[in-house]
């Protein structure tokens, strides 16, 4: 079964894309979100030469011809355009086995843990602490992540003395009976990211993602070193000789790939090994409610060291607007803070039509 062709629907934000082989069977895929409208350019430019006419079930070595063929170009654009290509194909392989993508990668649907993540840092400790106890009493949520530091803000923060108020205002309003985590987004030096970290320990926070520059593994190494609390990175990662050596050294203890920044479910599952093999939970990124959040639904069933939590990000339409319509129904439903993953062939959700038909259209074929 060869794949024919591979067609995209794009705008600024998101690029959807639809695999279809020569006997006519198809998949839904996405590249990671955000220039979206750039990443499809490169997908018909830089993957679609190189897997057209070849093996739709290949995807492990379709991955691996695309990563060669285009070696002069190993950076992060590469594998945005490769998790669009990458993820249509699971979803096509899963439609015509009538299975959802969670049992070809070994595990079965289920409900899972949710955690409701803040992306906001332009909210005052007590409106976070509000929106949060909030959704604790309405969806049932037992964990939340809110931010602390500014993002990439070299201790400087997002305003002075944020941090050291937000951090015991939200813990204490959701007091002890809920799972705490913060996320700095690059945000300290080692020196400042410990006396932070000392502070999380002391409101009984459990996970501190981010806390250095995520590309000076030595600095996170340091601040993981020097605490008790889980410290937990690699969200922005690719390359796979950096999450080798993240690992190898133990600059976190929990590493958190994202599914669509990675290049897809094929490439994802190699870094969730080599955790594996080093004893480290998995909890990946998911930080928007578009396709990215549901692939990772379906590899946290499957995989055997996945973490505690999905991360669930709680932002509507005033933070994302190009969410609006991106799927019929509510795939994300939260119930008793829990989300199900799909039990339907592939991912199991149906993008909306409306949505596609606004979207820049592109079209290559063998």
Same mark, same amino acid.
């Given at each position: 079964? $060869?794949?024919?062709?591979?067609?995209?629907?794009?705008?600024?934000?998101?690029?959807?894309?639809?695999?279809?082989?020569?006997?006519?069977?198809?998949?839904?895929?996405?590249?990671?979100?955000?220039? &979206?409208?750039?990443?499809?350019?490169?997908?018909?430019?830089?993957?679609?030469?190189?897997?057209?006419?070849?093996?739709?079930?290949?995807?492990?070595?379709?991955?691996?011809?695309?990563? #060669?063929?285009?070696?002069?170009?190993?950076?992060?654009?590469?594998?945005?355009?490769?998790?669009?290509?990458?993820?249509?194909?699971?979803? /096509?392989?899963?439609?015509?086995?009538?299975?959802?993508?969670? #049992?070809?990668?070994?595990? $079965?649907?289920?409900?899972?843990?949710?955690?409701?993540?803040?992306?906001?840092?332009?909210?005052?400790? !007590?409106?976070?602490?509000?929106?949060?106890? $909030?959704?604790?009493?309405?969806?049932?949520?037992?964990?939340?992540?809110? $931010?602390?530091?500014?993002?990439?803000?070299?201790?400087?923060? !997002?305003?002075?003395?944020?941090?050291?108020?937000?951090?015991?205002?939200?813990?204490? =309003?959701?007091?002890?009976?809920?799972?705490?985590?913060?996320? &700095?987004?690059?945000?300290?030096?080692?020196?400042?990211?410990? #006396?932070?970290?000392?502070?999380? !320990?002391?409101?009984?926070?459990?996970?501190?993602?981010?806390?250095?520059?995520?590309?000076?593994?030595? *600095?996170?190494?340091?601040?993981?070193? &020097?605490?008790?609390?889980?410290?937990?990175?690699? #969200?922005?990662?690719?390359?796979?000789?950096?999450?080798?050596?993240?690992?190898?050294?133990?600059?976190?203890?929990?590493? *958190?790939?994202?599914? /669509?920044?990675?290049?897809?479910?094929?490439?994802?599952?190699?870094?969730?090994?080599?955790?594996? &093999? =080093?004893?480290?939970?998995?909890?990946?990124?998911?930080?928007?409610?578009?396709?990215?959040? /549901?692939?990772? /639904?379906?590899?946290?069933?499957?995989?055997?060291?996945?973490?505690?939590?999905? !991360?669930?990000?709680?932002?509507?339409?005033?933070?994302?607007?190009?969410?609006?319509?991106?799927?019929?129904?509510?795939?994300?439903?939260?119930?008793?803070?829990?989300?199900?993953?799909?039990?339907?062939?592939?991912?199991?959700?149906?993008?909306?039509?409306?949505?596609?038909?606004?979207?820049?259209?592109?079209?290559?074929? =063998?």
């Amino acid at each position: 079964m $060869r794949i024919a062709s591979l067609e995209t629907f794009t705008n600024e934000f998101v690029c959807f894309v639809k695999v279809t082989t020569d006997s006519g069977a198809i998949g839904w895929g996405q590249t990671s979100t955000y220039n &979206a409208d750039i990443t499809t350019s490169i997908l018909h430019r830089q993957v679609a030469p190189w897997v057209l006419g070849g093996d739709a079930f290949d995807i492990d070595p379709l991955v691996s011809r695309v990563e #060669e063929r285009e070696h002069k170009f190993p950076g992060s654009y590469r594998c945005r355009a490769l998790a669009g290509l990458d993820t249509a194909l699971w979803d /096509m392989r899963g439609r015509l086995e009538g299975k959802p993508v969670v #049992e070809l990668l070994g595990g $079965r649907p289920r409900r899972l843990r949710a955690y409701a993540s803040s992306m906001r840092r332009d909210i005052t400790p !007590e409106q976070e602490a509000a929106r949060f106890v $909030r959704l604790r009493d309405e969806k049932g949520f037992d964990a939340f992540k809110w $931010r602390v530091g500014a993002e990439c803000g070299h201790d400087v923060d !997002e305003w002075p003395g944020r941090t050291e108020a937000i951090i015991p205002y939200v813990a204490r =309003a959701l007091g002890p009976d809920t799972a705490k985590l913060v996320d &700095a987004n690059s945000g300290f030096s080692p020196a400042r990211a410990i #006396e932070v970290g000392r502070l999380l !320990e002391a409101e009984g926070i459990s996970h501190y993602e981010e806390p250095c520059p995520y590309w000076k593994l030595e *600095q996170t190494r340091a601040v993981t070193q &020097a605490l008790e609390l889980d410290v937990t990175g690699g #969200e922005q990662d690719w390359d796979l000789a950096s999450w080798e050596r993240m690992i190898a050294i133990g600059a976190v203890d929990i590493v *958190q790939p994202d599914v /669509m920044y990675m290049g897809g479910i094929a490439r994802t599952l190699q870094v969730a090994r080599l955790a594996e &093999a =080093a004893g480290m939970p998995c909890t990946p990124h998911s930080a928007n409610l578009s396709l990215v959040t /549901m692939c990772t /639904m379906h590899l946290l069933g499957a995989i055997p060291n996945a973490g505690k939590y999905l !991360e669930l990000s709680i932002e509507g339409l005033d933070y994302y607007p190009w969410q609006d319509g991106l799927f019929l129904g509510d795939p994300f439903a939260v119930r008793d803070g829990h989300v199900t993953i799909p039990a339907e062939p592939g991912w199991g959700v149906e993008i909306n039509p409306r949505w596609l038909a606004a979207a820049s259209y592109r079209r290559s074929s =063998a």
